[in-house]
């Protein structure tokens, strides 16, 4: 028999997963008019928190728990989209250094001005106090699987 902590853990894995379901359908339908697919964005977010940063193609793959030609055809898209920019490393011709440009910026605020009337009216009858700690307890758990990504 389970613990009471234990049955409310597996009720809130299971309510995240459900979470995550919504989101991602709402998100594609969200990205369609900006031109853009849900890994396509996920990347243009990944270096939009730290725009000066250059990544190899490995290190992203890591990152976004993507295997190497997965992420290479989302940087080769974005590259044509011109939203990124690669740049040949100076002493290994074969690494590649990825980029977010001026453009991936802008078309990733661009994408979060959009889904602001959604986000209002989602937490439209929560208080701040409510939003904040959602908040905290959620990224309390993003960094408990961050830093167990391998487990």
Avoid: Y
């Amino acid at each position: 028999m389970l613990e009471e902590k234990q049955q409310i853990s597996l009720k809130l894995m299971t309510s995240l997963g459900i979470i995550n379901q919504l989101t991602d359908a709402w998100l594609s339908k969200a990205l369609i008019p900006l031109g853009i697919n849900q890994s396509q964005f996920n990347l243009l977010t990944h270096f939009s928190h730290h725009p000066e940063r250059e990544q190899t193609i490995s290190q992203l793959a890591e990152v976004m728990q993507m295997n190497q030609p997965g992420i290479t055809k989302v940087v080769n898209k974005l590259v044509e989209m011109g939203l990124v920019d690669i740049r040949k490393d100076s002493h290994d011709g074969r690494k590649k250094w990825i980029s977010i440009n001026q453009s991936g910026l802008d078309k990733t605020q661009n994408a979060f001005m959009s889904f602001l009337p959604m986000v209002d009216r989602c937490f439209e009858e929560w208080d701040d106090k409510h939003v904040s700690e959602m908040l905290a307890h959620s990224q309390r758990l993003q960094q408990w699987l961050d830093d167990n990504r391998d487990i």
